[in-house]
């Protein structure tokens, strides 16, 4: 299956005249062929459309008739996944489409200023493609490399370390029509800084042991030693692992599946994307444990789409499996043990990071999250039980798997024990994956990566915690601060209303819209937020801020809207006063922007020039 | 599995597979819904239903109704909150009310009074969102879609179609239609179909029909939306009289079994005509 290989290195630039005008068989026969590659099942609908996508630089509206009747789908469905997902699209993209990544931490290390730069020579408004087709540019949200940032995506592909020399030897490949593959290697590097291993990290590990161990222990047994190893889930919500596992064994109901759950949005965190890298074996043997456990045969890798350059090496690592008997038939010679690993693409949406949504998206549908109950656990993919995991949930079960609960549980903290793998970026000296036995203190944490000067942490990204440099005794754990791993440092020159403001249009940028309160909740936070920090708010405003911000934490449907207030309720918290000074003093000035009201009449008089502004009107 | 759970301090019987909606319904009990309609299958994604269950929050045409469990509907928060997305879905579209062909028949408009709703509080969006009167029977004015998927599941599961879908992420959420120009002159909806008639709001509406009441003697004209509700359940369950209090603080009900609507309600609940 080459669904990953959306964007093909080798594919040279200027595809075909199929962009321009698709002649029917043409058309038809690819379609066909993608058809063929997806043997016809509709819950792959994603991924033939990440193809039609590649080939066509949109989802033309025959690919969607076609599509539609030969996978009996009504072609709303295509209409709705394509208008769902950041990186499809009913209109043609650029022959280069550029993502910037739009994460605070890009913000942090100039990423403004290269996306003006970038825009100005090549000749293209960001949100726009150019007239010739050659190139479209946007901006993203985090894209998973705030160690190594500014950051962006070609094509799909991640581009890392961006700066005013590397954008100018871009521009120059784009004008010249030169393939990717032959753009210079390190723009496309990633590097997997490891800057503190800790339990996990440090562990051996052989192919199969995990499994051998399983075997020979038993399976009841490798269940115990998961439940005495106190294992909760690593991808923010801390449920019990065997708990969830348990549940799914026993479930009538069959198959059974394994979802690894590879989405990893939360703007700041990029372990799982180390983990996928250096150690998928480990991940891959973990998911192959637990269908041993629960008795499934079919797993699924949800790999998020800004992680396309994983794609091919994860593939041979499964081949490899394969072919070590560590994967398919009878596995390890076990009689009737037969279990085996899809890789599904995503294609832009942090909801799908969320277990049901994601479970939609791997049906072929838009991530909305579903109604609960009931549970995934019992009613999950294909409306089968299923049991969904963060990478690091199945690394470590991995390990527990071989040396036992009770190593695992002797370290961190009684309700959260183990290690907790952290993605640090932002003000520090040394950006990178850190391994710390829960329970450490912020102040650790912040000595070892090197930051002083600390005005904030941002614990468990936007939909975690904002703690000022008077809380650094904090811990890292379930029951304190708790997190997917994102942690993300702010120094004293950081404002911080650039950092809430940014979270909360991202949370507005990828709210599903499936419930009210979240759908035009999050829009009027973002509003609102705005025109307290442009000068513009009153009392009254920032009353109907944290009145809002109520609203949508406590009415939404899932548990985007759930934290989309967080930022501002957080730093609310922490620094009402900041709030109260942006507040207009007198009571007679304009509670709004009377030049912005001003700009749709601006546009229908189709000028945006100086003079058309108030301000200058006034001087 | 049947049992008892109580609503508001109210002791409320339910039957098998009811959710808790649909148990206080048809006790009598009004809980304010819009993408919830009785025999649909349940969605909850406008959040006017929501409750509080056994402490928590849910919402109440989703969760199915267990035997002992203590909602709360009618406290002030949760009404607050529900006049606030009430106002939300008024404010991200564009309701005209009074030259909507809709007005007095309108669930929104009928839910919005019935919380007292004397403003849009929020900044207005002015979304820009085109009129499809391609077809020759049915009008969409999309300025009045909220989004809440009965048109969608009606032709689905009623009418055995799949004509209509909602597309689009976050607040560029929109209604298409499935045909090959997106046009619903070219979709195999017909008049006669129960999704030509399920639309709450103004979105859908049938064409030459809007006037046949005129404005004043209109459903929710006369009937706030908590009577009209719970004594179609009533009817429709044939059912008794008042339910016995679960504890001392018996609280006010919306329209309860007492009520002279049940007279005037029409034999059966046809929603072809007009509601
Ligand atoms: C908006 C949202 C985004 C989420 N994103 C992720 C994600 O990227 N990766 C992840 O593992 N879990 C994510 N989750 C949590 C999942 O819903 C789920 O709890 C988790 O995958 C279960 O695995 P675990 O028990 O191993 O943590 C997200 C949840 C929400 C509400
Ligand atoms: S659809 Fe209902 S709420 Fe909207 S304008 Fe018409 S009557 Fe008013
Ligand atoms: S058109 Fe009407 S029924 Fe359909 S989703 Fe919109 S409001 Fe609901
Ligand atoms: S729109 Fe997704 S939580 Fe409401
Ligand atoms: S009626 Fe329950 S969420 Fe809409």
Redesign the pocket.
């Known amino acids: 299956m080459v669904y990953g290989v959306a964007h093909d290195f080798s594919i040279a630039m200027g595809h075909d005249d199929s962009t321009k005008l698709p002649s029917n068989s043409k058309m038809n026969t690819f379609i066909e062929s993608v058809l063929v590659q997806a043997d016809y099942k509709p819950e792959r609908l994603l991924q033939m459309l990440r193809a039609v996508q590649a080939q066509y630089l949109h989802i033309p509206q025959m690919a969607i008739e076609q599509l539609a009747a030969a996978l009996h789908i009504p072609r709303t469905q295509i209409i709705a996944v394509a208008e769902f997902y950041s990186f499809l699209h009913l209109t043609p993209q650029g022959r280069y489409d550029i993502h910037i990544s739009d994460s605070i931490t890009d913000r942090m290390l100039g990423k403004e200023k290269l996306l003006n730069y970038l825009a100005e020579k090549l000749k293209v408004k960001v949100g726009q493609v150019r007239a010739d087709g050659l190139v479209s540019l946007n901006n993203t949200s985090c894209t998973g490399m705030c160690d190594q940032g500014p950051a962006g995506l070609v094509n799909g592909y991640a581009l890392t370390r961006l700066d005013h020399s590397r954008i100018d030897v871009i521009v120059q490949l784009i004008e010249q029509q030169a393939p990717l593959s032959d753009w210079p290697a390190e723009f496309f590097a990633v590097d997997e800084p490891i800057r503190k291993p800790g339990l996990l990290l440090n562990q051996p590990f052989n192919s199969g042991a995990a499994l051998a161990a399983t075997f020979a222990r038993g399976l009841a047994e490798t269940l115990a030693e998961v439940d005495s190893s106190n294992l909760r889930g690593r991808g923010g919500a801390g449920f019990k692992t065997a708990l969830k596992w348990r549940t799914c064994s026993v479930q009538a109901a069959t198959p059974h599946y394994v979802i690894c759950n590879a989405d990893e949005g939360e703007p700041g965190t990029f372990k799982d994307r180390m983990l996928l890298d250096l150690y998928a074996d480990q991940i891959f043997e973990g998911m192959t444990l637990c269908a041993a456990i629960i008795g499934s045969d079919q797993g699924l890798l949800y790999l998020r789409a800004e992680y396309l350059f994983l794609y091919e090496q994860l593939q041979r690592v499964l081949q490899r499996r394969r072919e070590s008997g560590l994967l398919g038939r009878n596995i390890l010679g076990r009689d009737g043990f037969d279990f085996d690993i899809e890789i599904r693409m995503g294609a832009g949406a942090y909801?799908c990071g969320e277990a049901s949504a994601q479970i939609e998206s791997l049906e072929g549908k838009p991530g909305?999250?579903r109604v609960k109950p009931p549970n995934s656990v019992i009613c999950g993919y294909q409306r089968k039980p299923t049991v969904v995991d963060n990478v690091e949930t199945f690394f470590a079960a991995t390990h527990i798997a071989i040396q036992g609960g009770q190593w695992f549980a002797e370290v961190g903290t009684p309700q959260s024990t183990g290690s907790k793998l952290l993605s640090i970026s932002g003000d520090c000296a040394r950006p990178g994956i850190y391994e710390y036995p829960f329970g450490t203190p912020i102040e650790d944490i912040l000595r070892d990566c090197g930051a002083d000067d600390v005005m904030g942490v941002q614990v468990g990204g936007p939909s975690g915690t904002f703690i000022s440099s008077r809380e650094l005794q904090r811990r890292i754990a379930f029951e304190d601060l708790s997190t997917a791993g994102s942690f993300i440092v702010f120094n004293s020159s950081r404002n911080i209303f650039d950092i809430v403001q940014n979270f909360t249009d991202f949370f507005a940028h990828e709210?599903?819209?499936?419930?009210t309160?979240?759908?035009v909740g999050t829009t009027l936070l973002k509003n609102q937020l705005q025109k307290i920090v442009e000068g513009n708010g009153a009392a009254v405003d920032l009353e109907e801020l944290s009145e809002l911000c109520l609203i949508v934490k406590n009415n939404?449907?899932?548990g985007?809207?759930d934290s989309a207030a967080n930022p501002i309720l957080s730093t609310l918290a922490s620094h009402p006063e900041l709030y109260l000074n942006q507040l207009k003093q007198s009571s007679f000035t304009p509670g709004f922007d009377l030049d912005a009201t001003l700009a749709v009449a601006r546009r229908m008089a189709q000028r945006d020039d100086d003079a058309a502004h108030l301000s200058q009107v006034e001087n | 599995m049947s049992g008892t759970l109580c609503i508001d301090g109210i002791a409320v019987p339910f039957s098998d597979g009811q959710t808790i909606i649909e148990a206080a319904r048809t006790a009598g009990v009004y809980i304010p819904y819009l993408c919830h309609r009785p025999g649909y299958a349940p969605y909850g994604s406008c959040k006017l239903c929501t409750v509080k269950v056994n402490g928590r929050t849910n919402t109440a045409c989703t969760l199915p109704a267990a035997d002992g469990q203590t909602v709360i509907s009618n406290s002030p928060d949760l009404q607050h909150d529900r006049q606030r997305i009430t106002q939300m879905l008024f404010v991200e579209g564009n309701h005209f009310c009074p030259s909507c062909e809709k007005s007095g028949n309108c669930q929104l408009q009928a839910v919005a009074y019935h919380q007292n709703m004397l403003d849009n509080h929020y900044p207005h969006f002015y979304a820009q969102r085109e009129l499809d009167a391609s077809h020759p029977d049915i009008l969409i004015d999309h300025d009045r879609c909220i989004f809440c998927n009965l048109c969608v599941r009606a032709s689905k599961e009623k009418d055995g179609k799949e004509v209509f879908g909602i597309a689009g992420r976050?607040i560029h959420k929109r209604l298409i239609v499935n045909s090959p120009t997106g046009k619903l002159k070219d979709s195999d909806i017909s008049v006669d179909d129960e999704a030509a008639h399920v639309c709450p709001t103004g979105a859908i509406l049938v064409k030459r029909s809007a006037y046949l009441a005129p404005i004043g003697e209109r459903i929710y004209d006369h009937h706030p939306i908590s009577e009209v509700a719970c004594e179609r359940a009533v009817l429709e369950a044939g059912a008794a009289t008042g339910y016995p209090s679960c504890d001392q603080t018996k609280l006010p009900q919306n329209g309860g079994p007492d009520s002279h609507y049940a007279a005037t309600m029409p034999p059966a609940p046809d929603i072809k005509h007009g509601r």
């Open positions: 909801i909305i999250p709210s599903c819209g499936f419930c309160p979240c759908r939404s449907h899932c985007l809207g | 976050g």
